[in-house]
Structure formats: structure tokens, C-alpha cells
């Protein structure tokens, strides 16, 4: 089954907008496999970021990521990648179309709210590199077949 790694940014968290977030790809019908609230070190957040080295914007946003607590987390489900950036929107926020978790809640591009997995590529890395493999539990509802 398909699995993607979701960020709750450390502005989600510092705007109280983690239940939200959270409802959201629950009432979506997808699973939760992974979650943990944690501190990110600045060689994690620069090893995730690593293919943005390069950039203007990169000490920038490992400053930001490293900045306060963030809600890590693995949603499982058919087409959950695609998905899960669907739901979350454009980058910029003011891009972002309302309905989307950007859209509905931010302004600013370096303060997204939301990092999601942007491939099935980046989301097997992203998922090794946040969680090991006994974080992550397998399980299904038992309550109905009509969501997954
Ligand atoms: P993310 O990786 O955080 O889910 O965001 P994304 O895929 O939508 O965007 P990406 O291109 O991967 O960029 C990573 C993060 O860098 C910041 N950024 N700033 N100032 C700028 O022009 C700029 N461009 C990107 C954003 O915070 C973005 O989420
Ligand atoms: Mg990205």
C-alpha cells in the first residue's frame, strides 16, 4: 500500500492547527501508520531539504524547520502522494486555492504550514529518513469497507 511522509511545520504547530490538519487526511479515508512530535536537528532538516542546498532560501528554511516542534507523520492509502499535495496546495500560499491546507491558512511561502512528499520517489526516502521501520504500524479499520 502506498505511504507518504507529512510535516506539520513548526508554524502549524505554533498556530494550533495540528487537529485540523489531521482530521483532514483522516475524514479523507486515508490511515495513519506513523506520527511523533519532535524537535527536527539541523542535520535532519538539511539532509530533507537536501536537494534544495543550493538555493537562496535554503539556511533560511533549515532555520525555520529547526525553529520549534513539528508533527512528523505517515499516511497510507491508495494515491495517497498525489493526494496528500493535492490537499495541501501550492507552495506559496497566496497561490494556494482555498479548500487546500494552504490556501485555507497561510500567507507566506516560508511559513507553509504543511510539507508533503512530492513523489513515490521522495516519499520512500522521506519515510526511511524520518521514521524506523518499528515507529510504523501496519492495521485496518474495522469498522467499514466504505473508506480505506
Ligand atoms: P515542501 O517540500 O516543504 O512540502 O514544499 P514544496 O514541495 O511545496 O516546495 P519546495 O519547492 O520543495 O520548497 C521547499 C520549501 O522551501 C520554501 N521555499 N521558499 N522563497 C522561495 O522562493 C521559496 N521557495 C521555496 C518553501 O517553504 C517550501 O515549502
Ligand atoms: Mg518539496
Known sequence: MERTFLAIKPDGVQRGLVGEIISRFEAKGFTLVGLKFMQVSRELAEQHYGVH?????????????????VVAMV????????????????????NAEPGTIRGDFGVDIGRNIIHGSDAPETATQEVSLWFKDEELVSWQSSLSSWIR
Open 53 to 69: 542546498r543550493e538555493k537562496p532560501f535554503f539556511a533560511g528554511l533549515v532555520e525555520f524547520i529547526t525553529s520549534g516542534p
Open 75 to 94: 499516511w497510507e492509502g491508495d494515491g495517497v502522494i498525489a493526494a496528500a499535495r493535492k490537499m495541501i496546495g501550492a507552495t506559496n500560499p497566496l
